[in-house]
């Protein structure tokens, strides 16, 4: 056994009667979309590895153009346990959907495995955190070639971004105050300086679990506007909104509303 391939599963789609597309992240080949024959039937070939939070072992071969056949599959370490709190899968499905949103097919980042296994550890030992985030995010965006700018202008290269410099998904992140007299598409805002100190120091984290310490050290309103600023950003890179992101506006506004 533990043959194929290291990889996660993004998502999976039945697919006609007895079938299922699954979408994977493996070291060697980058994004694939496989089949899985009679997945929808029988899993045993697939050895409960084809779903979130768990790194597999995947058996995937090309077939016809872009679409690969998955022969078979194995568990390599999983963290299903998460399943239970719905903070963490949400997060965990966030980043799932980013991957397969910004990361190209058949491009492989051997780095990106390990960043994703990082958050499922983080999320294991401590449940959701927002740094934590934040910081699998920016590094994925960094794989992608998409790093917002954060220490400097975007445009002009400029350094000082204490007054007046706002952050500009379409124009690649932090913008100087001269230049932001010429940023006016969707989804540009003020960048206050300690909210752009709040995405620096979680960028600079080791870990995911690294990261999660930043929270305490910075305002609400900080942790609020760069999550604001980071999603607007991924939204215009993906060019749609995510399911996942609806998801979790959701459970934030349920627990909110909670007593
Ligand atoms: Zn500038």
Request: net charge neutral; glycine share 10%.
């Amino acid at each position: 056994m533990a043959e194929g391939e290291l990889g996660v599963v993004l998502k999976t789609t039945p697919l006609r009667e007895s079938d299922l597309l699954v979408v994977l992240y493996t070291a060697t080949h980058g994004r694939v979309a496989a089949v899985a024959r009679g997945a929808r039937k029988s899993q045993r070939r697939f050895a409960g590895a084809l779903q979130l939070l768990v790194l597999g072992r995947y058996d995937v071969r090309r077939s016809r153009g872009e679409l690969w056949s998955l022969e078979s599959a194995d568990v390599e370490r999983e963290w299903t346990a998460i399943a239970s709190d719905v903070f963490a899968v949400a997060h965990a499905s966030y980043i799932a959907e980013l991957v397969a949103g910004i990361l190209p097919a058949e491009s492989p980042e051997p780095e990106a495995l390990d960043v994703i296994v990082g958050l499922w550890d983080s999320l294991a030992e401590a449940g959701a955190s927002p740094a934590a985030l934040r910081h699998v995010e920016l590094a994925l965006l960094e794989l992608a070639g998409h790093m917002p700018a954060l220490g400097s202008c975007a445009a002009c290269g400029e350094r000082d971004l204490e007054s007046g410099a706002v952050f500009d998904p379409s124009r690649g992140g932090a913008i100087c105050r001269r230049c932001a007299a010429t940023s006016r598409g969707p989804g540009v805002r003020p960048l206050e300086p300690g909210t752009r100190a709040y995405l620096v120091e979680v960028a600079r984290a080791g870990s995911a679990s690294e990261a999660r310490g930043v929270d305490e050290r910075h305002a609400a309103g900080d942790r609020t506007a760069a999550r604001d600023a980071m999603l607007a950003m991924v939204t215009s890179l993906v060019g749609k909104p995510l399911k996942s992101l609806e998801y979790i506006a959701k459970l934030g506004a349920a627990a909110r509303k909670a007593p």
